[in-house]
């Protein structure tokens, strides 16, 4: 079976209890859950028993140890998942509107998953990839951008495919490199 891999985010999300507008008051807040658009995906691919693997980083916290239980629990190849001594776990808050929309107040840049090692393990889990799917919403720094074109070129040299998510936030549109 071919191997599917993703590159992007993994983080915590934490949820407003109520609906409303924004985080300028306290309010309740439920969470954290295992989240991360690249890792609610490839989460899906492992337990549909797929062979799979994610590239990304976490913090060496609770927030990243919930992560990588639930990921490797259901069969997800984390070895390309770097823990980082120095940074959390990344971090989305989240509050639905009464129209249903929702904002987010990210914590993705200066988290352990906004700058990816490139390490050996990083190296073996995309040269393993026969298929990359690509998350738009990783696409929120010109490291992302890069790392995924890369990886893009490298899966389509050795005869592999690429999709895309189209899933971008209104909060990285202006990301440099983004629109190359």
Known sequence: MKKVVVIGEVLVEIMADSI???FLEAIGLTGPFPSGAPAIFIDQVARLGQ?????????????GIINLKRLSMDG?????????????????FVRYHADGSRDFVYNIKHSACGTIPRTPEVAQVLEAADHLHVMGSSLSSSEFVALNLEAARKVKTNGGTISFDPNLRKEILNTPGLRD
């Open 51 to 63: 062979p799979c693997g994610i590239v990304s980083a976490v913090g060496d916290d609770d927030f």
């Open 76 to 92: 997800v190849d984390i070895s390309g998942v770097s823990i980082d001594p120095d940074r959390p776990t990344g971090s989305a």
């Open 20 to 22: 409303g507008d924004g």
